[in-house]
């Protein structure tokens, strides 16, 4: 049991945050399913956890508990409008989500040990609020701007205009160098903040996210011989349905394996339950792809994908591909490793030092249809490597990555790092 922390407060302010995630939803991803399974995890060894959000839905409840976790708790703080605002243009209602939630905390006699924010925006409160407490504040970036503008690419003016890059980047310095520690959630991402930052310091740790081994595990017989809707030998790909996620990648890879391997249909999953027009427009793009290289019938895009779903969706497919060139990350690369599924990723992303190329996964250029549609093939053509593979995955997550092992590690550097003041 945890004897150094009694109450934590972590920030997580932009998207949908809810108990029971809307996954796929705008800026509704992985960081959403790390803040909360960060929480229940630090919950389980008898700390009190508050996860604060923007609330701009009326219809939701300000204070809103975590089923099954008592002790851990979603609080809406307003500012700003009744209205969702996408995390590239938050910043404007940020001065006064800071003033609200410290009005909040004091209103409700709260007292917290520290203040952990995660991404740029939950950063800038998380300095604010820390400070009007005289309390430690920690952070994790989980996307950094200069990263993703390098890796983007594209229009200089058009994509500052989209992103709002020089902010994001101007408010990431100013965190690094004012918080009291923070983490990276791998290593090439502490690589990219030397590099694109000229930044160095002495606290920053590598804390990869965990994945949740209890939901995500090695098919039974009774799970591979479950019916769904889905194909019967298929590659599975889901995320959220973005510009920068590599769905066409994807699709130009497949074009070269489908003909050489007639048997393997492709299923794209993610988005939201009730797509927006830009979402839908995607889509079409996606549509538009599969129509021209003729491959109806072969590529199913199965839009939002259910929680319950998830697990043997992963379980029932070949392999499982994350395709984006930028991913800090990408959790999905472990929900499908722990269910025993061999992954092919970026070698660009943060994951490729998770993965080694060959033994527990393959790491390609998404962006080369050659090498992207070649590292396929010689998966799903070869039962003995996929299976072989697989279990290599699952081993990593197994020993490395339950959210239980991660929570240990966080409690031991906030305690590092709790003094240095």
Not at 115 to 134: C, R
Not at 390 to 396: D, E, V
Request: charged letters at 25%.
């Amino acid at each position: 049991m945890n004897e150094e922390f009694k109450h934590i407060a972590l920030l997580s302010t932009h998207g949908y945050f809810d108990p029971i995630p809307q996954l796929g939803r705008t800026d509704t991803g992985g960081q959403v399913v790390y803040v909360l399974e960060m929480a229940k995890a630090m919950s389980k060894t008898g700390i009190k956890v508050d996860i604060f959000t923007r609330w701009f839905d009326k219809s939701q409840k300000q204070i809103d508990p975590v089923h099954g976790y008592p002790d851990v708790n979603v609080i809406r703080i307003p500012a700003g409008p009744w209205e969702f605002i996408p995390k590239e243009f938050i910043y404007d209602v940020l001065p006064e989500l800071s003033e609200n939630m410290i009005k909040f905390i004091k209103e409700n006699n709260l007292d917290y040990d520290l203040f952990h924010g995660h991404y740029v925006d939950a950063g800038i409160v998380t300095l604010d609020v820390a400070k009007a407490f005289g309390k430690p504040s920690y952070f994790t970036a989980h996307s950094i701007g200069a990263w993703k503008k390098d890796q983007m690419g594209g229009n200089p003016a058009e994509m500052e205009k989209k992103f709002n890059f020089k902010h994001r980047i101007n408010e990431e310095v100013r965190i690094f160098k004012n918080v009291n520690a923070q983490t990276v959630t791998s290593a090439v991402q502490l690589e990219k903040l030397h590099e694109l930052y000229n930044y160095f310091a002495d606290n920053i740790e590598d804390i990869p996210p965990g994945v949740d081994v209890h939901t995500y595990h090695l098919p039974s017989e009774k799970d591979i011989k479950k019916k769904t809707k889905l194909p019967k030998n298929y590659i599975f790909c889901i995320s959220r349905i973005d510009t920068n996620k590599g769905h066409d990648f994807l699709l130009h890879a497949f074009d070269i394996v489908r003909k050489k391997i007639l048997d393997i249909d492709l299923v794209i999953g993610g988005g939201s339950p009730n797509p927006k027009q830009r979402e839908k427009d995607l889509y079409g793009k996606m549509k538009k792809i599969i129509d021209k290289k003729g491959m109806n019938g072969r590529v199913e895009l199965i839009g939002y994908v259910p929680d319950e779903l998830m697990p043997i969706y992963y379980q029932q497919s070949q392999c499982f591909i994350l395709p984006s060139l930028f991913e800090p990350f990408g959790m999905t690369t472990q929900e499908a490793m722990a269910c025993g599924k061999p992954v092919i990723a970026s070698k660009f992303g943060g994951i490729r030092n998770i993965i080694k190329n060959g033994g527990n996964g393959f790491l390609v250029d998404p962006s080369d249809p050659q090498e992207f549609s070649k590292a396929i093939i010689s998966l799903v053509g070869d039962k003995e490597v996929q299976k072989k593979v697989g279990m290599q995955a699952y081993k990593t997550c197994q020993e490395h990555f339950s959210w239980e092992a991660i929570a240990e590690r966080f409690l031991n550097f906030y305690k590092k790092f709790y003094d240095n003041e």
